[in-house]
Nanobody, 116 residues
Framework: QVQLVESGGGLVQAGESLRLSCAAS????????MGWYRQAPGKQRELVSS???????NSADSVKGRFTISRDNAKNTVYLQMNSLKPEDTAVYYC??????????WGQGTQVTVSS
């Protein structure tokens, strides 16, 4: 089992920055990737960024150049640095951890609201 606790969401104006954190606990050794999805009202959940246990990263085209995912293995924490935020980035952001056999664990979600 893996537990995920997110923090860092909030309300900002367009052009500002936020950093999301996701701390993992439990069977950490089983995690082979972590990342973030987001879901805006009326839209499907979409992958924002991911990072594997070897450090490989992947990001949606809509956030490339603005968002950066990183991890601190000593703290079992993944971060999403979000710069130059846009109103269309408004969504609930969910942290996930992928473990053996493709099972995903999810955080509770954190709201990010960007005003224009």
């Amino acid at each position: 089992q893996v537990q995920l606790v997110e923090s860092g969401g909030g309300l900002v104006q367009a052009g500002e920055s936020l950093r999301l954190s996701c701390a993992a606990s439990g069977t950490i050794s089983s995690i082979n990737a972590m990342g973030w999805y987001r879901q805006a009202p009326g839209k499907q959940r979409e992958l924002v960024s991911s990072i594997t246990s070897s450090g490989s990263t992947n990001s949606a085209d809509s956030v490339k150049g603005r968002f950066t995912i990183s991890r601190d293995n000593a703290k079992n924490t993944v971060y999403l640095q979000m710069n130059s935020l846009k109103p269309e980035d408004t969504a609930v952001y969910y942290c996930y951890a992928r473990v053996t056999f493709g099972v995903h664990y999810w955080g509770q979600g954190t709201q990010v609201t960007v005003s224009s």
